[in-house]
């Protein structure tokens, strides 16, 4: 293509600057480009765990994601959750903290199944030692420190309630 | 199975969990031959999605073979080698026939503001990811493309969210011949917005990121010149300067809620969670571009609320563009440029790692460890 300024060393450069080079052009184009499609509407997927669904929409969707249905005090929080809607920060609020929730359930869950999780493998600290082994160092020492420190000041605190 | 595993915020593991089945007529089972961590995982790996659930599966870019189709699946067959976009869709909703193929009406019942994505929290529908031996493709009619014959893994790979996102990052911006782009962030998503910024004719192309190992690699794929923001004092004024005082043109936000650059957007945003993530790019984009100019957003960032300056927006009569990636609509001019040779996607992977490790996986790529800057998983059997 030529251009005022030489863009030759630029490899492609232009090659989509006229629209007519590019099939997706324009953007949201009706009918859209697409084949494959042979329905009006999708079938119904059979609901077979607990779907929660936005209060923004009168159904749970025809397709959806059957992943880690809600359960125990995280399910809970979520069904509250999801009695507000997306505009209202208490909808996402409370998401955030059943999700926290929800790692203690892991960590609970793991145990109840007589797996001892190996956190610090989960963590990537094998990683960690092997390409950055001065922060993995640093790290470690800080935390010792501050385990160490909260040991203290537990022990001191029950010494004095002792006396 | 094996699968990797959310246990929480900076945890996961690969275990062994059920394979997935056909619940939809529609639906594939595909083997899973590449899968990659994308930067937009790690901010549900950082916990700031909410309803990001403990034992989900991420993973939204991904290619397989085809195992097993439902019953009115018609367009692909078992043993198809595809690549699977990482939005989930109906083709024949309100925003699908407007190819608003992100933004699908039918295929998310936990939020309306996004369709459904792989592997994604229940935030976006409640999927599994790639990130494993097996996925459950829904709509398998419409999502997946098989891959063509001369098309290697690893670019097709790359074509399911990473390069299509930064494609649409610069078709956003609406770049017209000559106009000078800044790409905010150095990540997969902003070399490949740098690289097709230059496709639609851009006369400038600058990236700002802090990590000089990714600048000097996207000054090296992409041509551009780069921008450490750490040598830099004000970021409006530094691009200002380097555009005859005018501002860029086109500014183009490829980071998202995670940004480094700024205490009080990273303390507020990230630590304390007083707004979705950090802004600092989207605030630099805005200040940055010109009067009457484009700001394209694709970085990711959470469903409440941000710190950005809306006012400057107003009083320089900016036009902002933003979406997920509406990866279909852009596949068959992408796979074009591939086949050219005007881009190589694939020599951005740094990192293969098999998914028994996708621990470590994680950690380096969200810890930006040996200098990473794309991740791929690979499934066991999948080969390399």
Known sequence: MKTEKDYSHIHGWGADLDPKNRPAYPKERMP??????????????????????????????????????????SGTIREAAFKYSENDIRHWLLLLLADRINVWEGLAGDLNKGHIPH?????????????????????LAIGSALLGTAICLMKRKRRRELQ | MLAMNYRGPYRVRAEQKPDPAIEHPNDAIVRVSRSCICGSDLHLYHGLVPDTRVGMTFGHEFTGTVEEVGSSVQNLKVGDHVLVPFNIFCGSCFFCKRELYGNCHNTNPEATAVGGIYGYSHTAGGYDGGQAEFVRVPMADVGPTVIPLDLDLDDAVLLTDAYPTGYQAAEMGDIKEGDTVVVFGAGPVGIFAAKSAWLLGAGRVIVVDHLEYRLEFVKNFAQCEIVNFKDVDDMA??????????????????VGCEADGSLAQKLTGVVMKLQAGSAIALHWAINSVRKGGNVSIVGVYGPTFNAIPIGNALNKGLTLRMNQASVKR??????????????????????????????????IFSSKLDNCIKTVLISPGAGH
């Open chain 2, 330 to 363: 852009h596949l068959p001019r992408l796979i074009e440029h591939i086949q050219a040779g005007r881009i190589e996607p694939k020599k951005i992977i740094t990192h293969r790692v098999p998914l028994e490790e996708v621990s470590d996986a994680y950690h």
């Open chain 1, 32 to 73: 859209a480009r697409l084949s494959g499609v042979h329905w009006d509407q999708p079938e119904q997927q059979e609901q077979k765990v607990e779907i929660l669904h936005s209060n923004e929409r009168p159904d749970i969707t025809p397709i959806f994601g059957t992943s880690t249905p809600p359960s125990g005090l």
């Open chain 2, 237 to 254: 004024i530094h691009i200002k300067k380097m555009t005859d005082w005018l501002g860029a043109d086109v500014c183009i936000d490829a």
């Open chain 1, 119 to 139: 956190i610090l493998d989960e963590m990537g600290w094998k990683a960690e030692w092997k390409y950055n082994r001065p922060g993995a160092i640093r790290k």
